[in-house]
T-cell receptor
Framework: AQSVAQPEDQVNVAEGNPLTVKCTYS??????LFWYVQYPNRGLQFLLK??????LVKGSYGFEAEFNKSQTSFHLKKPSALVSDSALYFC????????????FGKGTSLLVTP | DTGVSQNPRHKITKRGQNVTFRCDPI?????LYWYRQTLGQGPEFLTY????????KSRLLSDRFSAERPKGSFSTLEIQRTEQGDSAMYLC????????????FGSGTRLTVV
């Protein structure tokens, strides 16, 4: 079985400060890991993915994520938050050798205050 | 190409009625996915197609739900005898058949069953 845990329902950050949105996963075998962002009443937008190789993945809008196999984590980070980063963030996983369905976490609401 | 298109954007229906949603994927994408998202939850996988073949179905896809992708282009998702519990955002996504590919999501169809 595959699953994702996003332990924080909400993360509050002041503009200009670094942000971290946490994600841990459980999967049999090697994972493909993804981060998506969702704005109100919109579909999900792809931010970045980890397939293989370098553990630090860089994505859209200045976001990056670090794959940590020993801790089964894939935390999303940004060095300097913008108010426009306020949105709902979803982590997702699927096993490399098992189907194509992504398993999503419940999401973390990021609020960046001016 | 303007991305993944879903119609209608909103649908309000009475309990017991049938509804059908349409998804037009990115033209060169041969994989198409349907997800359901309820308030406060991440998207949940329903089904996926590779070209016109429906290759995987979730247990969430009860016998009241049917999805088709004739000719491997657009897809429809039909819900028969709708129930209030079917109220959700229905998301469509598409991707290329490449290892580790990310999805492109549409904006979704919001279904309200009254």
């Amino acid at each position: 079985a595959q699953s994702v845990a996003q332990p924080e329902d909400q993360v509050n950050v002041a503009e200009g400060n670094p942000l971290t949105v946490k994600c841990t996963y459980s999967v049999s075998g090697n994972p493909y890991l993804f981060w998506y962002v969702q704005y109100p009443n919109r579909g999900l937008q792809f931010l970045l993915k980890y397939i293989t190789g370098d553990n630090l993945v860089k994505g859209s809008y200045g976001f990056e994520a670090e794959f940590n196999k020993s801790q089964t984590s894939f935390h999303l980070k940004k060095p300097s938050a913008l108010v426009s980063d306020s949105a709902l963030y979803f982590c997702a996983v699927r096993a490399q050798n098992s189907g194509y369905a992504l398993n999503f976490g419940k999401g973390t609401s990021l609020l960046v205050t001016p | 190409d303007t991305g993944v298109s879903q119609n209608p954007r909103h649908k309000i229906t009475k309990r017991g009625q049938n509804v059908t949603f349409r998804c037009d994927p990115i033209s060169e994408h041969n994989r198409l996915y349907w997800y359901r998202q309820t308030l406060g939850q991440g998207p949940e996988f329903l089904t996926y197609f590779q070209n016109e073949a429906q290759l995987e179905k979730s247990r969430l896809l009860s016998d009241r739900f049917s999805a088709e992708r004739p000719k491997g282009s657009f897809s429809t998702l039909e819900i028969q005898r709708t129930e209030q519990g079917d109220s959700a955002m229905y998301l469509c996504a598409s991707s290329l058949a490449q290892t580790g590919d990310g999805y492109t999501f549409g904006s979704g169809t919001r279904l309200t069953v009254v």
